[in-house]
């Protein structure tokens, strides 16, 4: 496991995902999103996680319904799925703090994991020297975690 905590510069990160017919690991990377809310925050996020898979795991209420925009390829759970499918373990996979994403990397079956959470924004800030940073603005700490599932 490790993580990546530096601010990317935005034309750097669009000139990598754009350059490339393929997006950087698009067979190895999914993104989870631990969520109570609407995923319309995602419409900022789309030229990033659009060719991604999303594992969107819902916080609270299993009744009430989860939008996400249109063209996203994503799975959503809540605890009634969890319960399913883990049964009398489900206990072990806390809600209503945002852990329910450790559900999110248990169903991944790739080699990595992008976490982020429903509250953080994409924002653009031009530097005195003219350039674009990609600023990542959160309620709470923000963190990207790259989990490498499958290192020996």
Known sequence: MFCLSSLIPLSLSLSLIMASPTPLLKDELDIV??????????????????????IIVQDGDPSKTINVPQGF?????????????????????SFKDSACRCFGYMVSKKKYIYTIDDDCFVSFLISHLGFVFQILICFLNFEILVFDLFSH
């Open 73 to 93: 390829d994503y799975e959503l759970y809540n605890r009634n799925d969890i319960n399913r499918i883990l049964g009398p373990k489900a206990s072990c996979i």
């Open 33 to 54: 999103i631990p969520t109570i809310r609407n995923l319309d925050f995602l419409e900022m996020w789309r030229p990033f996680f659009e060719p991604y898979h999303l």
